[in-house]
């Protein structure tokens, strides 16, 4: 899952892109409304931390010029007194807000919320043969006993899991999995590929060549 992060204070901005970067996701971040709406019309992120007070163009331009082109859910960050700005992001439509100063333990779970639902996922729980991935608490079993990923080896099991029985190019793989900082020139992805292999068993991601992966 590929995130981005709108916010122009910097303290918060790299609180926040770390804190969800642990979670496993592929974060980038805009520090102006203005690369704020460019990057988040040019990819197709899995969902978007919007702060309202931004420089250049504020948080409700850039939701409006989303909103133009795409149904990305959108999570905003407003002052905790603009009430306005709440039912006006909403009736905009952001899909949830949260209010400044805010804990970050309460984003990661709204922002999990959030894409699970626009996911339409219906259940925490995907069971391909012996493997067993809880999307709610990120972990997987091998015949009912733990295996330790770690949380970007997760989120590619979960991406395909999620996908079970399509192929999945290794475009999109990068473009969910990686964030603007990751040299998609390099082998990580037949890196995190092969490690998963390693802990779930060889046949479990299944490569075809020219085409990219999937869990049969
Ligand atoms: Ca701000």
Request: charged letters at 30%; a negative charge.
């Amino acid at each position: 899952m590929r995130l981005l992060i709108v916010e122009d204070e910097p303290d918060l901005l790299r609180a926040l892109a770390r804190a969800l970067r642990e979670d496993g996701y592929a974060v980038d971040t805009a520090e102006d409304g203005e690369d704020g709406r460019f990057k988040a019309l040019e990819c197709d992120y899995d969902a978007i931390v919007l702060d309202w007070m931004l420089p250049v163009i504020n948080g409700l331009e850039v939701l409006k010029a989303l909103r133009a082109k795409k149904q990305t859910p959108v999570l905003m960050l407003t002052a905790r007194t603009a009430v306005n700005h709440r039912i006006e992001g909403l009736n905009t439509g952001a899909d949830d807000y949260l209010a400044k100063p805010f804990d970050i333990n309460e984003l990661r779970a709204r922002l999990r919320a959030l894409i699970r639902r626009s996911g339409g996922q219906a259940r925490d729980q995907i069971v391909i043969g012996g493997v067993n991935v809880d999307t709610w608490s990120k972990s997987v079993t091998l015949s009912g006993e733990p295996v330790v990923l770690t949380a970007r080896e997760y989120a590619l099991v979960e991406y395909l899991a999620l996908r079970r029985g399509k192929m999945v190019s290794r475009t999109e793989l990068y473009e969910h999995l990686f964030d603007e900082n990751e040299d998609s020139l390099s082998n990580l992805l037949d890196v995190r590929v092969s490690l998963v292999r390693k802990k779930l068993g060889a046949e479990f991601i299944q490569t075809r060549r020219g085409q990219g992966y999937c869990i049969p």
